[in-house]
């Protein structure tokens, strides 16, 4: 490799980037990775999945402390109070062990980490600052930002995107979350449990576009149950800001009488796009489709020989997950080894409190597809959950109706997270929902209820 400084060169070190770049370096390849950010991993570890996860636990403590749930198990706590900062910083904490987590990685494997905004000047070199570094094979790892709504200006005070909401400085009266998807339910939530009055506006009849219908109703019931407030079917035309407070105009979906509503924080949480501004794609020869996505084939190659891209943005579901399985397949791919992402096996949590997963088909989707058995299981009769007081949710298998291979699962309980990897599993496998209901589970767990709801497929559950 004469002319190359690397063998690979990742640019973005996201659970997508960083990943990849740590498994070419173990696979004896040299390797480089470009990152903007003061710190690695991405989005997830820097404004996402982590610190979204950090104070979703710490919120929902705050929440059984406060509002009586632990007084309900026999547990008196008084004078409890909101001490925000310390919050905020158990969060930063996560943050900055994880991130310091990758660092370690990068040193260890004598990744070398080039800092700054990487742009192409040929197919096979990159600038970063005043370097220009030369790759036999370039992975466009780069990710995805927030998607902008037109005429609504985020300031990340009062009108704030997922990394604004995850800082807030004080807890809202009133938040407006724009968009009922996956950031708008966590997030709103986490603020909800922290006392603030929380409206969800949804341009779609139900929140969580892309999950299953039984699923989304009845997130939608849990979720007023718990008091947010749900205005489905509903845009958002324009949002004034005036003295730390913000006036949004909304009007139906379909159009009609438009009113106004009062919020001192607004949450725009309405999807992603992913991140290619800068990067001198045509230089490289590349172009993005209409969805701003850079596009591959099966093996994570975009058009170009020796360029290649993976995560949010290559098409696909933004998830991290998604992104690091794509980055270690990628690494062997250009390592030439067969590295595959099974994209039909990707599951999806949502971590509210229930938990909301799903892996494979809707029972929508599945049934376009052929006739279908479902099998469904409240865990109102699940023994842990019924002793946890958790008596919200269910569990629902999707069988081929012929063949009785598992097509989908979905499941609303508070670990769904956890149980949706034994689905997931499963299919990997080509199980049948027979093979779930035949397979032991330990007594008493909430996964009993993926057995039973497998078992409900052919008809035959315990207990209910
Ligand atoms: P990213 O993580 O976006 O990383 C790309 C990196 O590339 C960034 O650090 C960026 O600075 C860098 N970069 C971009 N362009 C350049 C350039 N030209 N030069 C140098 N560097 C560049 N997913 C889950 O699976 N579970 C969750 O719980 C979850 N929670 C989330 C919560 C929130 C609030 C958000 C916003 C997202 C969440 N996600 C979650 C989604 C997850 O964060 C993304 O799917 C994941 O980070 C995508 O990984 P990636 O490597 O493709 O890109
Ligand atoms: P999303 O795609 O999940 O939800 C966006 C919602 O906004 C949809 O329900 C959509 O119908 C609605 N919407 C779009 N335009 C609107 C408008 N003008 N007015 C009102 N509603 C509108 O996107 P979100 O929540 O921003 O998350 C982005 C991505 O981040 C997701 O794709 C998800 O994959 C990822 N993510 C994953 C998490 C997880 O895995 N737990 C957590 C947070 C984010």
């Keep these: 490799m004469a002319d190359y400084d690397f063998d690979v060169l990742v640019i973005g070190a996201g659970p997508g980037g960083y990943v990849a770049a740590i498994r070419a ?11 903007s950010r003061a710190t690695l991993g991405g989005t997830c570890l820097n404004v996402g999945c982590i610190p979204s996860k950090a104070m979703l636990h710490a919120s929902e403590f705050y929440d059984h402390a406060a509002n009586g749930h632990l007084a309900k198990l026999g547990i008196k706590a008084s004078g409890v109070e909101l001490d925000l900062d310390t919050m905020h910083g158990q969060r930063l904490d996560a943050v900055k062990n994880l991130t310091g987590g990758v660092e370690f990685l990068f040193k260890k494997n004598k990744i070398e980490w080039l800092k700054g905004h990487a742009t192409f000047e040929s197919a096979d070199s990159v600038k970063v600052g005043d370097r220009t570094v030369r790759a036999k094979n370039i992975v466009i790892a780069t990710g995805s930002s927030v998607t902008p709504l037109p005429g609504v200006e ?4 009062v009108v704030v995107s997922s990394t604004g909401a995850l800082e807030l400085a004080k807890v809202p009266e009133t938040m407006v979350v724009i968009g009922g998807g996956v950031i708008g339910l966590e997030l709103g939530s986490v603020w909800k449990r922290l006392g603030a009055k929380v409206t969800v506006v949804e341009f779609l009849d139900q929140m969580l576009p892309g999950f299953d219908g039984d699923v989304r109703k009845e997130t939608n019931k849990i979720m007023k149950k718990q008091g947010l407030e749900f205005r489905l079917s509903t845009k958002v035309t324009g949002v004034k800001v005036d003295g730390g407070k913000a006036t949004l105009t909304v009007e139906p979906a379909a159009g009609g009488a438009a009113e106004t509503i009062e919020a001192d924080a607004v949450l725009v949480s ?5 991140n290619t501004d800068g990067l001198g794609l045509d230089k490289a020869g590349l172009e993005v489709n209409k969805r701003g996505q850079i596009e591959i084939d099966h093996d994570f190659r975009t058009k170009v020989p020796g360029i290649w891209a993976i995560g949010d943005v290559v098409p696909g579901p933004m998830l991290a ?7 270690i397949a990628v690494a062997e791919n250009i390592a030439g080894q067969t590295g595959i992402v099974n994209h039909d096996v990707i599951p999806s949590v949502v971590y509210t409190m229930p938990e909301i997963a799903g892996v494979g088909l809707t029972e929508e989707a599945a049934k376009e597809r052929g006739e279908v058995k479902v099998g469904k299981f409240p865990m109102l009769a699940n023994s842990r959950a019924k002793t946890n007081h958790e008596p919200d949710g269910f569990v629902k298998v999707i069988a081929d109706a012929k063949t009785d291979r598992v097509l989908g699962v979905w499941c609303i309980a508070s670990v769904a997270g956890t149980m949706i990897a034994q689905a997931a599993q499963a299919m990997e496998f080509g199980a049948t929902s027979e093979d779930i209901a035949y397979t032991c589970h330990a007594h008493p767990t909430h996964s009993e209820a993926v057995k039973e709801a497998a078992m409900a497929v052919t008809g035959k559950p315990i207990h209910i």
Excluded: M, N, S, Y
């Excluded at 985020?154 to 005070?157: T, V």
């Excluded at 309405?270 to 992913?274: A, F, M």
């Design 25 to 35: 370096a173990q696979l004896g390849l040299k390797t480089g990775c470009v990152e």
């Design 270 to 274: 309405i999807g992603r796009k992913p």
């Design 321 to 327: 997950h998604k992104a690091e399985d794509e980055g």
């Design 154 to 157: 985020i300031d990340e005070k």
